[in-house]
């Protein structure tokens, strides 16, 4: 097993290894005076490992209730977000007790969203169960529900207690979930580490979980340690995710999360290239491990479809867009562009 210590400004231990599961009741009881536990999961997640969870709390001596939503990102919403904290008012859970996460990234933003406002925050433990929750959402306390007018909308940045990453969960994901991981797993390598990239590179799906996974933890932690409410250096972990936010929502969100940031990490990287700011082989490395993984590196859609989508991002900020920019594998510059340059810089990073 591998243990991170995130030291924000609240101190947390994210843990990562083979069959931790089954620890969840006694890393409990290291929270302090918890008497109640919500385990907070969606209809997919639930059957597979809900009733494991619940029976490893309650054997540590806690009171465990459960609420349980319609699996995906549709759920994230209001509606979800007060029937939860109505439901925690409901079973009496206190200031001290305790939200267990157990799902993805949906689950993570939501039930963390809930730990944060309920009774103005209250402990959380994250369980993430797909490879993107377990490399970026659930560590660095960026928590949130979707409005009708966009996602990620209405937040906090709320750290949570601890983060236990049970690597077995990650066998029951689809292979499609699994590579949409891999994409932001990549993104950590041609962020910051080339012998991470390198290894993924050599591996391809048959990665070491447990390492790799403890790798990108410890790479997040770095960033949100240096910036923990992302108003500088953390918005490097946006790569390919301006690019990846239009690709999204102009196919109505049926292209998933890390299928739209690879193909925003491509088009960024071939702009970069194209506009001698990366090297070829780089560039196709980059796109190389991308397909390698079962990712996609194109799109058919515009720059005209794709830049009001990405204009209504929260990632603008007045006339300027910042873009991440690969200047080598390992590294990459945040470079704010005027939103009237985002054309071109699309246009060249589309074309084949
Ligand atoms: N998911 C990007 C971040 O945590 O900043």
New binding site residues.
Partial sequence: MISVTVNTSKPYDVYIGADILSSIGKQARSLGNVSKVCVVSESNVYPLYGSSVEAFLESSGFDVVRFVFPAGEASKNGDTFLRLLDYLSQCGLTRTDLIVALGGGVVGDLAGFAAATFLRGIQLIQVPTTLLAAV??SV?G?TAIDLPSGKNLAGAFYQPSMVICDIECLNSLPPSLFEDGCAETIKYGILYDRSLFSHLEENGLVFDREAVIGRCVELKRDVVCEDEF?TAS?MR?NLGHTIGHGVAACSHFTMSHGRSVAVGIAVISRAAMRKGLLSAEECHRIESILNAFGLPTETTFTPQELIPFILSDKKRSGNTVKLIIPRKIGQCDILPIPVQDLEEWIQVGIAK
Wanted: zero cysteines; glycine letters at 14%; aromatic letters at 0%.
């Fill in positions: 970026d959402s660095g960026k992302d953390r972990l």
